[in-house]
């Protein structure tokens, strides 16, 4: 059998289908714009997530990659929901990823002024009208899917009265819920959006910014088209799910007869395995105490990947290889943690962590005497540098690097058994020390004192390599292991009677007792590292004095899913 070479010309790697970036060079091909301007518009109303990621991704890359501009453009058009804390975490997490927003960061807020004016612009083209229903009556007058809506009693109302309404509601005489503006469009529309969706409504809330200026709000339908236009936005990206509202955008735009028209468009959010995305969930999870917060490593918000110890780069890469498109589909969790190890096995140093220390005392060791060996922090890059780290008489491996009973091939600890300390000398066991209920506590060992370095005068070699700390030298350190926080794919595919909290996974996080080298007492909170043969580890802010706290940001090989790694 003969295989054709590919040819030279060929590239090794197809970049994954991005359909907006494709409309984006079409129409900067065709002259449509002189440049291109994105905006990224969260709700300062909760911690961002991995989803978010993809469109922070998409938005400040395809402005970066046209040399065209991306806004941050903050939705607070629902003060009772907001908060400066959102407003801050949201910065602190596009500035994380790598991205940069043009000029000062943007408010809805900032336009109030702009839309009002643009509300009542529609009440005199007769294009908006003051509705007195209550919110339940506007829900039974919309109709469904299949029957049309009927036109509220108010509808008819005259401009002179809509006009006076609607400023007597600007000036809070009404309580809220009394009255809301709604556009005039067709309560029989196919599309149930466009059946007189509410533009504005009466909100006696303080604002994080504006105070108490204003008792209403513009709703997200009419302030997101308006706020792109003012702001010259060329390509208004969202999620699927406002697909349908792209209709009302448009006809808000055209109705008013906008100087420049943005155009939306559409694709689909990331789903993925093993998590959940929705904010509503996610804030269930941190209420009813299923993890420690929004900053969990556990959890899919940017914060708590962060803290896990996550690269920034490995989310920029995971969000490249996802691809954009209109389809629906659920990506593999191990994709996101294949990126984190692709990124971590290039740039974290490597150090000597053990997580569950089992001490070994080397008898034919003196025990006053220490000594230095030098480690590379990596071995394939030796522009990282090296260290000096301390050998003495008693030192600390795993205790799941010795079985007293080894089964075949096992070439790790056992008694009689030979192996290499990591840079340092080989050592052979000669015997157990246990407890009263029978569990080993210590080993018993001598080295070879002729194979200094690992290596030995006469050739022979050993086919297992330990890491090993010197106790006398090591650091206590906590060790936070995380698993996955749902071990099933698809957490909402719960079985009747069950709901998505109950497949939380009881031992998605395991705390052990270790201990790590002594070059790391200097580090800060966010340095991550290599244990070699264990794991990545980053440094958390629960650190004290007194012992360092590393959670595990991941295995250093998927144990649990297998993926082709493309690219």
Known sequence: MTSEKK????PLYTPPPNFIKDVVKA???????????????PEPNGYLHIGHAKSICLNFGLANEFGGACNLRFDDTNPTKESVEYVDSIKADVRWLGFSWDGEPRYASDYFEQLYEFAVKLIK????????LTAEEIREYRGTLTEPGKNSPYRERGVEENLDLFTRMRAGEFPDGTHVLRARIDMAHPNIVMRDPAIYRIRHAHHHRTGDAWCVYPLYDFTHCLSDMIEGVTHSICTLEFENNRELYDWVLDTLHTPCHPRQYEFARLNMTHTVMSKRRLIQLVTEGHVAGWDDPRMPTISGMRRRGYPPAALRTFCERIGVSRSENR???????????EELNRNAPRVMGVVRPLKVVIENYPEDQVE??????NPEDPAQGSRQL??????YVEQ?????????????????AEVRLRYAYYLTCTGVVKNADGQVVELRATIDPESRGGWTKDGRKVKGTLHWLSAAHALPAEVRLYDLLF???NPMGAEEGRTFTDNVNPESLTIARGFVEPSLAEQKPGFICQFERVGYFCLDPDTVKDELVFNRTATLRDTWAKIEAKG
């Not at 040819?7 to 060929?10: I, Q, S, Y």
């Not at 690097?401 to 096992?410: H, L, M, V």
Request: net charge negative.
């Open 7 to 10: 040819p030279a010309d060929e």
């Open 27 to 41: 129409d900067l091909a065709a002259g449509k714009h002189a440049a291109v301007r994105t905006r990224f518009p």
């Open 125 to 132: 083209l007769g294009k908006a009208y003051v509705d007195s």
């Open 331 to 341: 990506v593999e969790f191990a994709l996101l943690e294949h990126c984190v190890r």
């Open 372 to 377: 230095w060996f030098e480690f590379p922090f």
């Open 390 to 395: 301390p050998f003495s008489r008693e030192i």
């Open 400 to 416: 799941d690097d010795f079985r007293e009973e080894a089964p075949k091939k096992w070439f790790r600890l056992a008694p009689g």
């Open 487 to 489: 071990p099933m794919e």
